[in-house]
């Protein structure tokens, strides 16, 4: 066996918090049998397979790089990775594509000692596979070929890819100098702030990204770190207002209960979490947090996130606004609607919560109720002013919700965007950069929606891009220099996003209208049953079965309207289209906008009036954004006894001016979709990799229960299997290891 580097005495890495540790129960796993996650149909004869392959192969010999193993196949592989992992050692090579077993435990593999052995690798080979040196490798090309290059983590939800990232940018902030000198530290110190809006506890992981993230680190023709950018893409906003079983919400509603001062909580109307609808889950009525511990610890993630927003720039006003906000989140999803009793329209049950609201935001109080009660609508280009629905009121309460927070969300990113430029090194266009991409991994819960899809539907992508790079450009290459080769198979996931994207989910030019004679995707179709005021989420499963039924990758559950399956490249999955085309509508009716762009907080105001980009975030728009200018200045006025009937009335005076109700489904002005945010967002970070030379590590996940030294063969099996691992190292092993353009061979 290789000899794993490590050191003796070495101080405990300090890259991340012991949350490892978390000794907290974490949610029920029982729905997440490690078996379920084999590729159906392959579970027995590979589980027998594998009990046989385990002897065969105890003897192998452990391996810096897999592609150089003597005896390669899938058996094999899995039993050197397995061997490693028992010695603690985490991180394989296949050629250029680092492997990465999560340990879920600390290691002591990161600290300044890995720093300084992992600078200026002149021999692979004479260390153990680290992370570090793929990032100094990606470090070293950009210097020596001034092309950007780009680092691309993946693997399941919960495999490590945003430690992974974490460890990428600070092994770079050692390798490479600043133009400033405390840049370096911003860049690594912004995690936590972005980890507290934008992560929240799953089923598979207590931490798990709830948006995409591509970080880019700009450097100056000598090398020297200038500035960093991290582009955020698909916050899942859908969060903020529903929590599927044994899920939290995003960390920092669960901070602010556990962190802010009794006092200061009351000056935000905030006082038991559990009075809040979307804090509370079936399974946690006794309280939202897992206990003493886990109070604590979100207690001091509060006093840390705090530090940063002051580190970073925020003013005690902008920490205010922030608050604000989200207490203008927690109250307004705390809404409830009722029928009238004549059943036009509906009346708010009680108008605390309203009263808050309008309070929080600064907003009048009878528009907003109003405008929670009407909607506006235009028919025969003339607007009506129209009476919501049970079901209408509803969608548009919790589409309040989504909206502030995401666009919070956004603004925090563009402040934390806005400390990490160096300023006086002018533009950072034309400059070189390494970009490291870290998307929510692939999800398989028992309970999946549009979220999942779309998640998934970008780890097609992601693969589909990995594919083309690793195996489908090496041997076009081959084949056009005339070099003697035989084709390696691989399984190539083409087919599942023409499925989902059409044509051009593979690259080619988006059509506007769609071709004549070309079968319709599933997102094309989600947009059309979007915009039509009579479809349903049952009619849209209708539709696709109409379209796409005969589809390899895609079939009907019996006996369940909503159910559909779909097979993707890492797995089966069952989706439920309940709620789809609510929430890729994701619409704010025009009059609430309209009455939160009104708001006299000037924050509030900017907050709402900026236009998203066609990525559907506001981080990187130009509008202007007054930050915390306006002193927040609530809790003082709202009273429990200020209960009234102010929506009784304002109901009543809809109905006396003759407001007609809205034909069921009616739909406002289009608007734009999430699938189309969320192709749009494809597209960018496709032509951001495609400009790019990439590195890949790959994530793994050993067990489905974040417990350390557990491995398990199947799930192990899965990820190694349709990652193409098997044939990334035949290809790594009959290829050639360098490639170097002959402009580039001669300069050197
Ligand atoms: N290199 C590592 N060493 C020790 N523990 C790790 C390492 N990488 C990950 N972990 C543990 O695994 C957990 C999950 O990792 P991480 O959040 O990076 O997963 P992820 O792939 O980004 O998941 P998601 O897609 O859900 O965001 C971490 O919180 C940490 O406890």
Same mark, same amino acid.
């Given at each position: 066996?290789?000899?794993?580097?490590?050191?003796?005495?070495?101080?405990?890495?300090?890259?991340?918090? @012991?949350?490892?540790?978390?000794?907290? @129960?974490?949610?029920?796993?029982?729905?997440?049998?490690?078996?379920?996650?084999?590729?159906?149909?392959?579970?027995?004869?590979?589980?027998?397979?594998?009990?046989?392959?385990?002897?065969?192969?105890?003897?192998?010999?452990?391996?810096?790089?897999?592609?150089?193993?003597?005896?390669?196949?899938?058996?094999?592989?899995?039993?050197?990775?397995?061997?490693?992992? %028992?010695?603690?050692?985490?991180?394989?090579?296949?050629?250029?594509?680092?492997?990465?077993?999560?340990?879920?435990?600390?290691?002591?593999?990161?600290?300044?000692?890995?720093?300084?052995?992992?600078?200026?690798?002149?021999?692979?080979?004479?260390?153990?596979?680290?992370?570090?040196?793929?990032?100094?490798?990606?470090?070293?090309?950009?210097?020596?070929? $001034?092309?950007?290059?780009?680092?691309?983590?993946?693997?399941? %939800?919960?495999?490590?890819?945003?430690?992974?990232?974490?460890?990428?940018?600070?092994?770079?902030?050692?390798? &490479?100098?600043?133009?400033?000198?405390?840049?370096?530290?911003?860049? +690594?110190?912004?995690?936590?702030? /972005?980890?507290?809006?934008?992560?929240?506890?799953?089923?598979?992981?207590?931490?798990?990204?709830?948006?995409?993230?591509?970080?880019?680190?700009?450097?100056?023709?000598?090398?020297?770190?200038?500035?960093?950018?991290?582009?955020?893409?698909?916050?899942?906003?859908?969060?903020?207002?529903?929590?599927?079983?044994?899920?939290?919400?995003?960390?920092?509603?669960?901070?602010?209960?556990?962190?802010?001062?009794?006092?200061?909580?009351?000056?935000?109307?905030?006082?038991?979490?559990?009075?809040?609808?979307?804090?509370?889950?079936?399974?946690?009525?006794?309280?939202?947090?897992?206990?003493?511990?886990?109070?604590?610890? &979100?207690?001091?993630?509060?006093?840390?996130?705090?530090?940063?927003?002051?580190?970073?720039?925020?003013?005690?006003?902008?920490?205010?606004?922030?608050?604000?906000?989200?207490?203008?989140?927690?109250?307004?999803?705390?809404?409830?609607?009722?029928?009238?009793?004549?059943?036009?329209?509906?009346?708010?049950?009680?108008?605390?919560?309203?009263?808050?609201?309008?309070?929080?935001?600064?907003?009048?109080?009878?528009? /907003?109720?109003?405008?929670?009660?009407?909607?506006? &609508?235009?028919?025969?280009?003339?607007?009506?002013?129209?009476?919501?629905?049970?079901?209408?009121?509803?969608?548009?309460?919790?589409?309040?919700?989504?909206?502030?927070?995401?666009?919070?969300?956004?603004?925090?990113?563009?402040?934390?965007?806005?400390?990490?430029?160096?300023?006086?090194?002018?533009?950072?266009?034309?400059?070189?950069?390494?970009?490291?991409?870290?998307?929510?991994?692939?999800?398989?819960? %028992?309970?999946?929606?549009?979220?999942?899809?779309?998640?998934?539907?970008?780890?097609? =992508?992601?693969?589909?891009?990995?594919?083309?790079?690793?195996?489908? $450009?090496?041997?076009?290459?081959?084949?056009?220099?005339?070099?003697?080769?035989?084709?390696?198979?691989?399984?190539?996931?083409?087919?599942?996003?023409?499925?989902?994207?059409?044509?051009?989910?593979?690259?080619?030019?988006?059509?506007?209208?769609?071709?004549?004679?070309?079968?319709?995707?599933?997102?094309?179709?989600?947009?059309?049953?979007?915009?039509?005021?009579?479809? $349903?989420?049952?009619?849209?499963?209708?539709?696709?079965?109409?379209?796409?039924?005969?589809?390899?990758?895609?079939?009907?559950?019996?006996?369940?309207?909503?159910?559909?399956?779909?097979?993707?490249?890492?797995?089966?999955?069952?989706?439920?289209?309940?709620?789809?085309?609510?929430?890729?509508?994701?619409? /704010?009716?025009?009059?609430?906008?309209?009455?939160?762009? =009104?708001?006299?907080?000037?924050?509030?105001?900017?907050?709402?009036?900026?236009?998203?980009?066609?990525?559907?975030?506001?981080?990187?728009?130009?509008?202007?954004?007054?930050?915390?200018?306006?002193?927040?200045? &609530?809790?003082?006025?709202?009273?429990?006894?200020?209960?009234?009937?102010?929506?009784?009335?304002?109901?009543?005076?809809?109905?006396?001016?003759?407001?007609?109700?809205?034909?069921?489904?009616?739909?406002?002005?289009?608007?734009?979709?999430?699938?189309?945010?969320?192709?749009?967002?494809?597209?960018?970070?496709?032509? =951001?990799?495609?400009?790019?030379?990439?590195?890949? +590590?790959?994530?793994?996940?050993?067990?489905?229960?974040?417990? @350390?030294? =557990?491995?398990?063969?199947?799930?192990?099996?899965?990820?190694?299997?349709?990652?193409?691992?098997?044939?990334?190292?035949?290809?790594?092993?009959?290829?050639?290891?360098?490639?170097?353009?002959?402009?580039?061979?001669?300069?050197?």
């Amino acid at each position: 066996m290789n000899k794993n580097v490590r050191f003796q005495g070495e101080p405990t890495p300090d890259y991340y918090e @012991p949350e490892i540790d978390y000794e907290e @129960p974490v949610p029920d796993y029982d729905n997440y049998d490690d078996n379920d996650n084999m590729p159906l149909g392959a579970t027995a004869a590979a589980a027998q397979d594998t009990g046989t392959l385990r002897q065969m192969s105890r003897s192998a010999d452990t391996e810096h790089d897999l592609s150089a193993m003597e005896n390669l196949n899938e058996a094999s592989i899995l039993r050197v990775l397995e061997e490693r992992f %028992s010695h603690d050692v985490i991180q394989t090579y296949i050629g250029d594509v680092l492997i990465v077993i999560n340990p879920y435990k600390k290691l002591d593999l990161y600290g300044e000692r890995y720093h300084e052995m992992y600078k200026f690798v002149n021999r692979r080979a004479d260390l153990e596979p680290h992370i570090y040196w793929t990032v100094d490798h990606a470090y070293r090309r950009m210097v020596d070929s $001034t092309a950007n290059q780009v680092i691309l983590i993946s693997g399941e %939800s919960g495999a490590g890819k945003t430690e992974s990232t974490k460890l990428v940018v600070k092994h770079l902030t050692h390798i &490479c100098q600043s133009t400033v000198s405390d840049l370096h530290d911003r860049i +690594v110190k912004v995690n936590p702030l /972005l980890e507290a809006f934008g992560n929240a506890q799953t089923v598979m992981n207590h931490n798990s990204s709830r948006f995409g993230k591509f970080v880019e680190l700009v450097f100056n023709g000598n090398g020297q770190m200038k500035g960093a950018c991290i582009y955020d893409y698909l916050l899942e906003k859908s969060r903020v207002v529903h929590l599927g079983p044994h899920e939290r919400n995003f960390h920092v509603f669960y901070y602010m209960f556990a962190g802010m001062p009794a006092e200061t909580l009351r000056y935000y109307y905030l006082e038991d979490p559990m009075a809040h609808r979307i804090l509370k889950s079936e399974d946690n009525q006794k309280g939202v947090f897992f206990g003493e511990y886990d109070k604590e610890r &979100c207690a001091q993630m509060f006093h840390d996130m705090e530090s940063i927003m002051e580190e970073v720039g925020f003013t005690k006003d902008d920490i205010a606004t922030v608050y604000t906000c989200l207490a203008a989140v927690l109250f307004i999803t705390n809404v409830e609607f009722q029928p009238e009793d004549d059943d036009i329209g509906v009346i708010i049950m009680d108008d605390y919560p309203v009263n808050i609201v309008a309070d929080l935001l600064t907003i009048d109080i009878s528009k /907003l109720t109003t405008a929670l009660l009407s909607r506006t &609508c235009v028919v025969n280009d003339e607007d009506i002013v129209a009476l919501k629905t049970l079901e209408q009121a509803n969608d548009e309460r919790d589409a309040i919700a989504k909206s502030l927070y995401s666009r919070l969300f956004g603004w925090i990113v563009r402040q934390v965007n806005t400390n990490l430029m160096d300023t006086s090194q002018g533009s950072l266009s034309g400059s070189n950069t390494i970009g490291i991409l870290d998307l929510s991994g692939f999800e398989n819960f %028992s309970d999946n929606s549009f979220e999942q899809l779309c998640i998934n539907v970008a780890n097609e =992508k992601l693969q589909y891009f990995f594919n083309t790079f690793i195996f489908a $450009t090496e041997q076009a290459i081959y084949a056009e220099e005339g070099i003697d080769w035989s084709q390696i198979e691989f399984r190539n996931n083409e087919d599942i996003l023409r499925l989902f994207l059409g044509e051009e989910g593979v690259g080619q030019t988006r059509h506007k209208k769609m071709a004549f004679g070309r079968q319709p995707d599933m997102f094309t179709i989600i947009d059309d049953e979007s915009k039509s005021p009579r479809a $349903t989420d049952a009619s849209l499963v209708l539709n696709w079965n109409k379209n796409i039924g005969t589809h390899q990758h895609f079939r009907l559950l019996d006996g369940d309207e909503l159910a559909f399956i779909i097979s993707h490249f890492a797995d089966e999955v069952l989706y439920n289209a309940s709620n789809f085309l609510e929430k890729n509508r994701d619409r /704010l009716g025009n009059n609430l906008m309209n009455v939160l762009q =009104k708001s006299e907080n000037d924050f509030i105001k900017d907050l709402f009036k900026a236009e998203l980009t066609d990525t559907g975030v506001l981080s990187r728009t130009k509008s202007r954004i007054r930050s915390g200018s306006t002193r927040v200045q &609530c809790g003082r006025s709202v009273r429990r006894r200020d209960r009234g009937s102010i929506s009784t009335d304002t109901v009543r005076r809809l109905k006396t001016r003759g407001k007609r109700q809205l034909p069921s489904g009616a739909v406002q002005k289009a608007q734009t979709t999430v699938s189309q945010h969320f192709r749009t967002s494809l597209d960018e970070l496709m032509k =951001k990799m495609n400009n790019a030379q990439p590195l890949f +590590v790959r994530c793994i996940k050993p067990n489905n229960h974040q417990e @350390p030294d =557990k491995w398990k063969d199947n799930l192990v099996q899965r990820q190694l299997q349709y990652s193409g691992v098997l044939q990334i190292a035949k290809i790594a092993r009959l290829g050639y290891p360098v490639r170097m353009a002959f402009s580039n061979f001669y300069k050197r």
